[in-house]
C-alpha cells in the first residue's frame, strides 16, 4: 500500500513553518533515497500567472532544493509553456516572470529552466502502454534528468476538476503537441445572451479561435483546438462544454502522458502536494478567486496517485465538502484517479502518516 505524508498546518496558520515542514516532509517520505550524487534533478513547479497569489510560493520550493542539494544532486526549477497567450507561452516571457515571482537562482537557490524550450517545441516521445496513447509527446528535458520532485498545488479546474500531482505532471509536463493530444476535439460554445463581448477570451484563445461577431463572441469550429481557455476564463458564464466527453478524455489522456513524464523514473520520482491557498481556479488564472477554506497542509509521498487521491479525501475531511462541490461539481474528478490506477501509475489505496 502506498504512504503518504502528512504535515498539518499549524493552527495560527503561520506562513514561515511550512518550510520546516516540507524539509520534514522530504525526509519522511524518503525522497533522499531518489536522489543520487551528481543526478541532475527536475522540480517541477508552477511559477502562477502573472498576477496570482495563491500558487506555491518560492520560499516553499527553497528547502526542496536545498535537500536535494544536500544529497549531492544538482536541482534545477522547471515547468513548460502554456497553450495559452499568457506570460507562460514562451520561454522568454516565462523565465522573466519567474524572476519576478522569486523562482531563480537567487530567490531559491537553483535556476529556473523552460523544459520544453523556447516556444514549447522541444520534446520527446516516450513510449507508453496506455489505453488512448502508445506514444506522447514531453519535455525533452525529461530524458536528461535523472530524478524528479513535483511540488503541486491543489486547486479547483474547471476541465479536469481538480488540479493536483496528475496534472501538474500531465499537462504540466507535456510539449506543445503533448498539451495539443490531450484537448478532445469538441468545441465549446458561447451563449451569445451571456456573453458582455469582453474580449477576454478572444486575447487568450492560443490559436485564434474566438473572435467577435454581431458584439459576442463566436468560435470557429474548425480552428478551435478545444483547450478550454475561453471556459476558463470567461467570467460571465458564458461558455459551455459538453462535460461528460469532453472531461473525462481529457483526464484520461492527461494521466497518460503524466505517466509518460515519470516513464524510468521507477524510485527516482517524489511528490508534494500542497493544500494551501487552495482556489477555485487554478495557477494559470491571474486571479483564481479567493482560497476556498483554511490551509490544511502539506503532503509527500513517492506515489502521483495516492498523494492526489490523500489530498481529495481530506479536503473532504476538514471541510466537510468535496472540492467538486466547492468547486466544479459538473465535473467528476475521480476519472484521473481511476484511469491513473488502472494503467499502473500508483494506487488509490494509502496509509496516511503524520509528520509533526
Ligand atoms: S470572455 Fe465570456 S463574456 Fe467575454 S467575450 Fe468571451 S464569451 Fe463573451
Ligand atoms: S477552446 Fe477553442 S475557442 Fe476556446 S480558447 Fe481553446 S481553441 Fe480557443
Known sequence: MAVVYLARMSPEGRPESVEGKVRRLFDAAGLGECVE???????????GERGNKTHVPARYVRPIVDKVKARGGRPFLTDTNTLYKGMRSDAVDHIALAEEHGFSLEGVGAPFIVADGLLGHNEVEVEIDGELHKEVAVADILADVQAIVAASHLTGHP???FGGTLKNLGMGFSSRKGKLAQHSKMPPRVDSEKCKGCGTCIRWCPVGAAEVRRNAAFIVEEKCISCGECLAVC????VSFSWDQGSE???????????????????????FLFLTSVTKGCDCFGDPGKPLF?????LASQDPVAIDQAGLDLVEQETGKSLSEWAYPQVDPTVQLEHAERIGMGSRDYELVGVA
Open 37 to 47: 550524487p551528481e543526478d541532475i534533478v527536475a522540480v517541477k513547479v508552477h511559477i
Open 159 to 161: 476541465l479536469t476538476g
Open 235 to 238: 467570467r460571465f458564464g458564458a
Open 249 to 271: 478524455v481529457l483526464q484520461r489522456r492527461m494521466v497518460e502522458h503524466a505517466w509518460g513524464a515519470v516513464m524510468g523514473k521507477e524510485g527516482k520520482a517524489g511528490y
Open 294 to 298: 483554511p490551509d490544511i497542509g502539506v
